[in-house]
C-alpha cells in the first residue's frame, strides 16, 4: 500500500523555489502562482502514483514545466491573449515581485539565451537540480546536460555583462 | 582530461556538500589542484553561480500563496475522498440518462435540456477538472476574455462572487450556440462552476428551477434575459445558496 506522502513538509519545502522557477518560465505573478498551485495539486492527485519520494523535488519542477508549456500550446489557439515569455519583459519591469532589481536583470539575461541551454540553467539555477535529475527531467543523456550547462552559463555570462554593472553580478577576475 | 573537459565537467559541480561526494567530479576537482588557470576559472564560476542563486532568491512569492495551496491539497483530499461516489452516482445517472432527473420538466421538450445539463455536468465533472482556455485568478479579465470571444457570460454577478478568485474560464460551443464556463474557487478550495447559454438553445423544454443535488454534485439553474445559467458545485449545497440565491439585486448579462 503506497505511504501518504506529506505534502504539507513538502509545500512548506519547495513552494518558495517552485514559484521561482514559475516565475521565470512566464514572467507574470498571476500565472506563476496558479502554475505553482496547480502542480501541488496534481502532486496532491496523483501521490499514489509517486513511487520514489526521493524525486518528487524534480517530479515536481518537470510536472511544473509541462503545464507551463501545455498552458503555452493552449494560448497560441487564442492570439489574443497569448502571453509568451520573450514578450513579457514589462511584465517584470512593473511587477512588484522582484524586490530587487538584480533579480530582474539576471531573469532578463537568462531570457537571453538560447532556449535549449536556458532550461537547462533554470533548472540548476532556480530548481538546484543535480545533472543527473536535469537529464531525467529533461530525458536528455548526461553528456547533454554537461555541455548545455557550459555554454550557456557562457552565454549568461555574456549576457550578463551587457546588461549589468559588472560588480553587481559578475565576480571580480583579479 | 584536459583543460576544457573539466570545465564541462565543473560547469554542473553545485557548491556545498551537494555534489562533492559524487565520484563523477573527483578527477576534474582533482585537476584543479596541478592546474592554476583551471582553478581561477573554477573559483569566478563558483562565485558567479552562487550570486545567480542569490539574486533570483529574492524573488519572493506572494505571502498567500502557501494558504492557498494548502487549502487547495485540503479541498482535494475530500474531493478525493467523495470520489468513488461521485462517479457511481455520476456513472449511474449517465447510464440511466437522467430520466428521472428532472422527470417534470420532461414533459414537453426535455430532450435539449436534458442533453445540455448532462453535457455540461460531464464538462465540469471531468477527471482533474474541466479544461480551461484561460487561467486566471482575476474574475475580469475571464470576462474580457468570454466577451473577446462572443461567448455569454453574467455580467452582474453575486456579490460575493466578485470578491473570489477565479480558477479561469472556457469559451465553447454547444450544438452551435454559443456559452461559456467560468471556475470559482470558494475559500475552502472547492470550485463553483457557472455555465452561461443562451435560452433559445433548449428548444421548447421546461427548465426547472431551484436547487438539484446529482451525487456529490449540487446544481441550481437561473434564466436571466434570455439566457440560461448553471451552477454546480461540490461545495456544499448550503453554500451554494449563500452565493448564487442571495444575489446581487440588478441581474444583466452580456450579449453573446
Not at chain 2, 65 to 84: H, T
Not at chain 2, 213 to 240: R, V, Y
Amino acid at each position: 500500500m503506497p505511504t501518504e506522502l506529506d505534502l504539507e513538509r513538502i509545500v512548506s519545502e519547495l513552494y518558495s523555489p517552485l514559484y521561482r522557477f514559475a516565475f521565470a518560465l512566464s514572467r507574470n505573478e498571476s500565472q506563476a502562482s496558479d502554475l505553482t498551485q496547480e502542480t501541488f495539486l496534481i502532486l496532491a492527485k496523483q501521490q499514489a502514483q509517486v513511487r520514489d519520494i526521493t524525486k518528487i523535488k524534480s517530479w515536481l519542477f518537470t510536472t511544473l514545466r509541462r503545464e507551463f508549456l501545455r498552458g503555452l500550446r493552449s494560448q497560441s489557439t487564442h492570439p489574443e491573449v497569448e502571453l509568451k515569455p520573450e514578450h513579457q519583459d514589462q511584465l517584470v519591469a512593473d511587477s512588484g515581485v522582484l524586490k530587487a532589481s538584480d533579480a530582474a536583470t539576471v531573469l532578463e539575461a537568462l531570457a537571453g539565451v538560447d532556449e535549449s541551454y536556458r532550461i537547462v540553467l533554470e533548472l540548476f539555477y532556480l530548481a538546484d537540480l543535480s545533472y543527473k535529475e536535469i537529464a531525467a527531467s529533461l530525458d536528455i543523456p548526461i553528456g547533454t546536460v554537461m555541455s548545455r550547462l557550459s555554454r550557456g552559463k557562457e552565454q549568461l555570462r555574456t549576457l550578463l555583462t551587457k546588461t549589468a554593472p559588472p560588480d553587481k553580478i559578475i565576480p571580480r577576475s583579479n | 582530461m584536459n583543460s576544457d573537459a573539466a570545465k564541462e565537467v565543473l560547469s554542473a559541480y553545485r557548491s556545498g556538500d551537494r555534489d562533492g561526494a559524487d565520484p563523477f567530479f573527483h578527477e576534474a576537482l582533482k585537476q584543479m589542484e596541478s592546474d592554476s588557470e583551471l582553478k581561477k576559472w573554477f573559483d569566478e564560476q563558483h562565485d558567479l553561480d552562487r550570486a545567480i542563486r542569490e539574486k533570483l532568491a529574492s524573488i519572493e512569492p506572494p505571502p498567500d500563496l502557501q494558504a492557498k495551496i494548502l487549502a487547495r491539497i485540503r479541498g482535494e483530499k475530500v474531493r478525493r475522498f467523495a470520489l468513488p461516489q461521485v462517479w457511481l452516482a455520476a456513472a449511474a445517472c449517465l447510464l440511466v440518462g437522467g430520466i428521472a432527473w428532472f422527470y417534470s420538466a420532461q414533459k414537453q421538450g426535455p430532450d435539449r435540456f436534458q442533453e445540455f445539463k448532462t453535457d455540461a455536468l460531464a464538462m465540469v465533472s471531468a477527471e482533474g477538472g474541466p479544461v480551461l482556455d484561460l487561467w486566471t485568478s482575476n474574475i475580469t479579465e475571464t470576462q474580457s476574455y468570454l466577451r473577446e470571444h462572443q461567448a455569454p457570460y453574467d455580467e452582474w454577478l453575486p456579490n460575493r462572487l466578485k470578491s473570489m478568485e477565479t480558477a479561469g474560464c472556457r469559451a465553447f460551443v454547444w450544438k452551435d450556440y454559443p456559452a461559456s464556463l467560468t471556475c470559482f474557487r470558494l475559500p475552502d478550495g472547492m470550485l463553483l462552476h457557472l455555465v452561461v447559454i443562451h435560452r433559445e438553445a433548449m428548444g421548447n423544454a421546461n427548465i426547472p428551477v431551484g436547487m438539484k443535488s446529482m451525487g456529490d454534485w449540487h446544481l441550481m439553474f437561473q434564466q436571466k434575459d434570455g439566457m440560461l445559467m448553471m451552477w454546480a458545485t461540490q461545495a456544499p449545497m448550503e453554500q451554494l445558496k449563500q452565493i448564487v440565491v442571495k444575489i446581487a439585486v440588478k441581474p444583466r448579462l452580456g450579449k453573446a
